[in-house]
């Protein structure tokens, strides 16, 4: 099973920056980033596939970018002009493309406050 090492996480002012990085045991081809805020479901912000395949949520376009490096079976998070709404806690998010093995991390918690 596949193991995921977050890092990142933490209090921002609004406008603000703060990057997310998540390091997996081995070589997966599906990864990315959910979150969960209080009261709401936990829904995808961004993935990337071993090919560099990206999705976004639409709330974050333009202002998150998801990468990889496959030769560290590392994925990071670049979260740029932060709002409150973005408040919630992350979570990588790893599986291979037949869903036989599905791993999530422990979750970092993103707080976007004056």
């Known amino acids: 099973q596949v193991q995921l090492a977050e890092s990142g996480g933490g209090l921002v002012q609004p406008g603000g920056y703060l990057r997310l990085s998540c390091a997996a045991s081995e070589r997966i081809y599906f990864m990315g980033w959910y979150r969960q805020a209080p009261g709401k479901q936990r829904e995808l912000v961004a993935s990337i596939t071993t090919d560099i395949i990206t999705n976004y949520a639409d709330s974050v376009k333009g202002r998150f970018t998801i990468f990889r490096d496959n030769a560290r079976n590392t994925i990071g998070l670049q979260m740029n002009m932060l709002k409150p709404e973005d408040t919630a806690v992350y979570y990588c998010?790893?599986?291979?493309?037949?869903?036989?093995?599905?791993?999530w991390g422990q979750g970092t918690q993103v707080t976007v406050s004056s």
């Open positions: 998010h790893a599986r291979d493309s037949s869903y036989d093995h599905v791993s």
